[in-house]
């Protein structure tokens, strides 16, 4: 869904990017704005003034979601958590950082300070509406972005995640009991049950057509995605709890050694002398040169391991990522792009402790979810 989007440039470093889908509520926001909001409450003016001051109304709103997202991402930097990227789409916004925070009153700073900067900000549009008044469209374009920010702040504190107020709740839970399980078990719960009153209230408002919660069918999907993604947040707390304290050093078998100059097949027999590892260090003159491993012998037919070298079929050094053994294997698990790094270079102290797959870990991970 994130996928197909604009980039619009960088604030503060951070790479910002619109979603094609977002053109649309573009367009429906101009439209309500310019033939209903700004003609009721300000009458009497030219069809071009309403067009012109919804267009700008419409860019504000997009730049106070933006704000909003952009007070979450750089909280998060200043925790020292590496933000990927900012995205702005239909739903909303979301600004996508590298990792969960470590600690509760992270999470919480983190999550409020989204809702906390839109109220600020409705109240700047409020002021300048009051202030600014010399014309009666301005002022209602300026308040109308001062409700929709207010409205902004009060839905984002709704107590579902991903929305903040379900990571508010589940940071004051786990900041006060200490235990992050027990708290994203909490918060995922009341999630589910805002989710479930959510979806109620869409089936009785498509029932008895009563628009308490807006369109009917629009609160029903909204609510069925909380849902989802209340239970989801539980699983990976999972995960996290289940995994935390393991560290990626943990896992690493001892390494086994060819040489460059080794046709495919003798290595593949030291392989799996070595104990059946599924990568090998290749080592030149005493220093790691590159990496075999299962898969760039599968490239090969069987009929050329007599014949090819260790040297033509291993993958260079320089394209192995480096992880140090103290690395925590939950934040390794949910960092790296394994899709590109299958296999990891397990480092201690800058010495080589040996090379790891993607596979191993994921495996490790799944077998000690199973016991725990
Ligand atoms: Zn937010």
Do not use: C
């Not at 590159?290 to 490239?299: A, D, K, M």
Request: hydrophobic fraction near 50%.
């Amino acid at each position: 869904m994130l996928g197909s989007s604009i980039r619009l440039g960088r604030i503060a470093g951070i790479e910002i990017g619109i979603n094609y889908s977002l053109l649309l509520i573009a367009l429906l926001v101009t439209y309500q704005l310019a033939s209903l909001v700004l003609p009721t409450r300000a009458p009497d003016q030219s069809s071009q003034v309403y067009l012109i001051a919804s267009l700008v109304g419409a860019v504000l709103f997009f730049g106070s979601i933006l704000w909003h997202e952009l007070a979450h991402a750089l909280m998060a930097r200043f925790y020292g958590i590496p933000v990927r990227r900012i995205v702005l789409f239909f739903l909303g916004g979301v600004a996508e950082i590298e990792r969960e925070p470590r600690r509760a009153h992270q999470e919480f700073w983190i999550a409020i300070v989204g809702p906390l900067s839109s109220l600020v900000l409705g109240g700047i549009f409020m002021g300048v509406s009051y202030i600014w008044d010399n014309h009666p469209v301005i002022v209602e374009v300026f308040y109308w972005l001062g409700i929709i920010n207010v409205i902004l702040a009060v839905f984002n504190m709704t107590p579902g995640f991903p929305l903040d107020g379900g990571r508010v709740l589940r940071a004051l839970l786990w900041w006060i009991s200490g235990k992050y399980l027990w708290a994203t078990r909490w918060a995922s719960y009341t999630g589910q049950g805002f989710a479930g009153l959510m979806i109620l209230s869409g089936f009785g408002s498509l029932f008895f057509q009563n628009a308490l919660f807006g369109s009917g069918l629009w609160t029903i999907l909204l609510g069925m995605f909380l849902m989802n993604a209340a239970k989801t947040h539980l699983q990976s707390a999972h995960v996290r709890d289940g995994l935390s304290g393991i560290s990626v050093g943990h896992l690493v078998r001892p390494r086994t050694n060819v040489q460059p100059h080794w046709p495919l097949g003798y290595a593949l027999d030291m392989m799996s002398l070595g104990g059946g590892a599924s990568a090998a260090t290749v080592v030149d003159n005493g220093e790691i040169v590159g990496i075999l491993t299962i898969e760039n012998l599968r490239l090969m037919s069987h009929a050329m391991w007599g014949n090819v070298t260790v040297e033509t079929a291993m993958t260079p050094i320089g394209r192995i990522q480096t992880v140090d053994a103290a690395s925590d294997l939950y934040e390794i698990l949910q960092s790296l792009d394994l899709k590109r790094q299958p296999y990891l270079l397990v480092t201690s102290d800058e010495q080589p402790l040996g090379v790891i797959s993607h596979r191993d870990l994921v495996g490790y991970a799944e077998r000690q979810l199973r016991t725990t």
